[in-house]
């Protein structure tokens, strides 16, 4: 191995994210007050109710088909990433994507897309800018397909007297979905471009980021295939959701209803927009004519599944992690990730 290959030794060994801090204690903060305030719309004896009467079997069934977005989602990422020696399979990707959207849940801006790139680096001994491309091309993918939906759902619904919130939403959205992009662009400029003012170690960086945002061509349409059933799989819940508490949805109010509020889950001054999904998910109820009571309940049913019983699995899965040889930090030596052989075929890979 050259020198310049030595050298990227420090930067792959480096210690995580660091993802404590007074932006993560501020974000929790700004979620409680507005979780707070969102509370003092409840009627507890009229949710309890609501939720005894709902239909726990279809409940179960929603709760199902949510979680099992998450080894699809595991199985798209392992696609994106087949062009590299990776460690692990499906069933691995599908743990870290379910572990790291737990810890988005209590982080905010997105710094779990930051810990996700570390831990397939220590689990699956992805080099972690590589890591971090595949997970902003699927980012971008998700973007645009949930912008795409979410704009079409509500054109359909209310066309042009779409409510001043929902716009708003729809601009958030479409402000992810073109920053996302930019990167992309931005990493193609710069793979294009000549690299000699870098160091070393940041064109080694720009250069696996922009292959790890490239999936093999003949993964593509595996890929888009994947990213349909994951998002047919979030309505499918949401529709569900309603059904349990017997509001029969349109196909385009159930797609409304998962969508847009999706989208304000992407505003990073929460944990995965903790806070505002529960008051955009009680508008969007709201909009489509569901009685107040009622979208509080609902929105309160969806959370509890969707965020806080994510939080309690997490932590479960963390305390077993050992025995589903999961490593959430640097708990082992990055040479028992990856062997030299290893070591030298993602090199190739990056080599072109």
Request: hydrophobic share 55%; aromatic share 12%.
């Amino acid at each position: 191995m050259n020198q310049e290959k030595t050298s990227l030794a420090p930067e792959e060994n480096s210690p995580g994210p660091a993802l404590g801090g007074w932006y993560t204690y501020a974000s929790l903060a700004i979620a409680g007050v507005i979780l707070v305030g969102f509370a003092a719309l409840l009627d507890p004896k009229e949710i309890w109710r609501e939720v005894i009467a709902a239909n726990k079997k279809l409940l179960l069934l929603g709760a199902l088909a949510h979680y099992a977005t998450y080894p699809v989602r595991g199985l798209r990422w392992r696609k994106s990433l087949i062009h590299f020696p990776v460690q692990g399979g499906p069933g691995k990707f599908g743990l870290l994507v379910f572990f790291y959207n737990f810890v988005d849940n209590l982080v905010p801006a997105k710094l779990a897309d930051l810990y996700a790139a570390h831990l397939a680096r220590i689990n699956c001994g992805v080099r972690r800018s590589a890591a971090l491309g595949s997970i902003v091309f699927l980012r971008t993918a998700d973007a645009w397909t949930i912008l795409l939906f979410a704009f079409l759902a509500s054109w359909v619904l209310f066309s042009a007297t779409m409510a001043p919130s929902v716009v708003w939403t729809l601009a958030i959205g479409g402000i992810i979905a073109i920053g996302t992009t930019s990167v992309m662009l931005v990493f193609i400029f710069l793979r294009k471009s000549s690299l000699t003012w870098l160091p070393v170690k940041a064109q080694e960086m720009v250069h696996g980021f922009h292959t790890g945002m490239w999936p093999r061509t003949s993964e593509m349409i595996p890929i888009a295939m994947l990213t349909l059933f994951v998002w047919a799989l979030e309505t499918l819940w949401v529709f569900v959701l309603l059904l349990a508490f017997g509001v029969t949805p349109s196909f385009a109010e159930a797609v409304f209803l998962t969508m847009v509020p999706i989208l304000a889950s992407t505003f990073p001054l929460t944990p995965s927009g903790a806070g505002l999904v529960e008051l955009t998910l009680f508008s969007c109820l709201r909009l489509i004519g569901i009685a107040s009571p009622m979208a509080v309940s609902i929105t309160v049913a969806n959370r509890l599944i969707d965020y806080w019983l994510h939080i309690i699995l997490g932590v479960l899965v963390w305390a077993i992690r050992h025995a589903l040889g999961l490593r959430t930090w640097n708990e082992v030596p990055l040479e028992s990730v990856q062997s030299p052989e290893t070591i030298h075929r993602e090199e190739a890979v990056l080599e072109g």
